[in-house]
């Protein structure tokens, strides 16, 4: 993803309001400035804990077919888009999954990752407890289509 109208502090500021909420478990894959802009990935520390039947997934994890991936999920995304426009409310955010710049205001549009013998929305491909803004955006991306 690429940012623009931002600075590396914000992103080091809105990791720590994420963290909060996912126990810590978000990290930064890539986080370099290219210019005026800011190149950056999240992921996570750690897939789960534990060991044999007591084995769990951690907070902010993505899952595909089952599987844990090291990649932060789609509630993490949203929740740090949503904390970095709180921090600097002119800040543009460009994700090649949806292909356009997002403005503060509705960075969590929801995309396919599955396919088509397994689809598969984004916001389904973890174990994060929906909330009720969760329900209430995907509720009206739906009334869009």
């Known amino acids: 993803m690429i940012v623009k109208n931002a600075a590396l502090e914000n992103f080091h500021a809105a990791l720590a309001i994420v963290n909060a909420r996912y126990d810590g478990n978000i990290k930064f894959k890539q986080l370099e400035p290219t210019g005026r802009r800011i190149k950056f990935n999240l992921t996570v520390v750690s ?83 929906r909330n009720y803004k969760t329900e209430r955006i995907l509720a009206a991306q739906a009334a869009q289509r």
């Open 47 to 129: 897939t789960s804990e534990g060991t044999g039947k007591n084995k769990v997934t951690l907070p902010g994890v993505s899952i595909k077919r089952g599987k844990r991936i090291a990649a932060a999920c789609w509630h993490v995304h949203g929740d740090f888009f949503d904390a970095l426009f709180d921090l600097v409310p002119d800040a543009e955010i460009f994700s090649a999954m949806t292909g356009i710049w997002e403005k503060k205001g509705d960075p969590w549009k929801d995309y396919e990752v599955g396919t088509g013998f397994e689809p598969l929305k984004a916001s389904q491909a973890c174990n994060c407890r």
